[in-house]
């Protein structure tokens, strides 16, 4: 089991991290895709994820929470505003946990 972490983030005026955001990202996941946890945390413009995802390797898990996440997005309006962050820590400088 890998643990993938990443991050969501908003554009100023972002509405906050719905409080079912486990839940409506949850609801997008396949079974192939064999994550066995989310944990989320919402603080303002982002949205701290981590996945811990059955895998043969540390990319594999990585790819798969990654396709997992985006799909999610894609199908669920409330996260329209949100996207996916090319870095940990989005350049702000804050701690991620």
Known sequence: MYM?????VGSHGTPAAPDDLRELLTAHFDPVDRIEHLWTRGDGDRIDLVFF????C?????????????????HTPRLAA?????????GDGREFW
Not at 53 to 56: E, I, T
Not at 58 to 68: D, Q, S
């Open 4 to 8: 993938i972490t990443m991050r969501l």
């Open 53 to 56: 995802v059955l895998a043969g």
């Open 58 to 74: 540390e990319a594999e898990a990585l790819l798969t929470a990654r396709a997992a996440c985006l799909r999610a997005i894609a």
């Open 82 to 90: 949100w996207r996916l962050s090319d870095t940990a820590d989005a």
